[in-house]
T-cell receptor, first 115, second 111 residues
Framework: GNSVTQMEGPVTLSEEAFLTINCTYT??????LFWYVQYPGEGLQLLLK?????DKGSNKGFEATYRKETTSFHLEKGSVQVSDSAVYFCALSDPFYNQGGKLIFGQGTELSVKP | SQTIHQWPATLVQPVGSPLSLECTVE??????LYWYRQAAGRGLQLLFYSVGIGQISSEVPQNLSASRPQDRQFILSSKKLLLSDSGFYLC??????????FGPGTRLLVL
């Protein structure tokens, strides 16, 4: 079946450090891939997405590249800020088994950025 | 533009009491609608989804139920709350692109 695996958190970084949050997936079809961000006490917001292999999604300085050969969609940012502290979720939508447009989420990775 | 509303924002209920959480979407037609629960502030559990009025699919057996009385209205209910029903409840909508858009959530505490 389809699944998403994210690196364990929490991740603690100093301001301006480089960020990588690993995400790998298993899917039977050709999924679309997403990163969502959840700030404390809020709902999830779409951060970026990619719909086919080698696509790069980017937003607010974050990037992720859809790597079909390694089944990965790692999130990166060159210089994090305190305001990036949040929980980050990787997710996939597999049209082959897409019943009702469901997303499969990873378990989330908490990021804490210290000044 | 599309917006999604959830209410109430926070709810404290005694064990055994009923529950009704409401979600409405504006600015789109015939969306797919979803209810998630997030416990311990992290993982998301899909509870129900709906592809149309009156069409509800349940993902996890539990004492909760969902209804979709109108195209852009999705309601989560319970006849008798359990302590384990405490959590953060999120509603989301999508169309065929697969991207889901989430509401602000309802924090439920069952005492």
């Amino acid at each position: 079946g389809n699944s998403v695996t994210q690196m364990e958190g929490p991740v603690t970084l100093s301001e301006e450090a480089f960020l990588t949050i690993n995400c790998t997936y298993t899917a039977t079809g050709y999924p679309s891939l997403f990163w969502y961000v959840q700030y404390p006490g809020e709902g999830l917001q779409l951060l970026l997405k990619a719909t086919k292999a080698d696509d790069k999604g980017s937003n607010k300085g974050f990037e992720a590249t859809y790597r079909k050969e390694t089944t990965s969609f790692h999130l990166e940012k060159g210089s994090v800020q305190v305001s990036d502290s949040a929980v980050y979720f990787c997710a996939l939508s597999d049209p082959f088994y897409n019943q009702g447009g469901k997303l499969i989420f990873g378990q989330g990775t908490e990021l804490s950025v210290k000044p | 533009s599309q917006t999604i509303h959830q209410w109430p924002a926070t709810l404290v209920q005694p064990v055994g009491s009923p529950l009704s959480l409401e979600c409405t979407v504006e600015g789109t037609s015939n969306p797919n609608l979803y209810w998630y629960r997030q416990a311990a502030g992290r993982g998301l559990q899909l509870l129900f989804y709906s592809v149309g009025i009156g069409q509800i699919s349940s993902e996890v057996p539990q004492n909760l139920s969902a209804s979709r009385p109108q195209d852009r209205q999705f309601i989560l209910s319970s006849k008798k709350l359990l302590l384990s029903d405490s959590g953060f409840y999120l509603c989301a909508w999508s169309v065929m692109t697969g991207t889901q858009y989430f509401g602000p959530g309802t924090r439920l505490l069952v005492l």
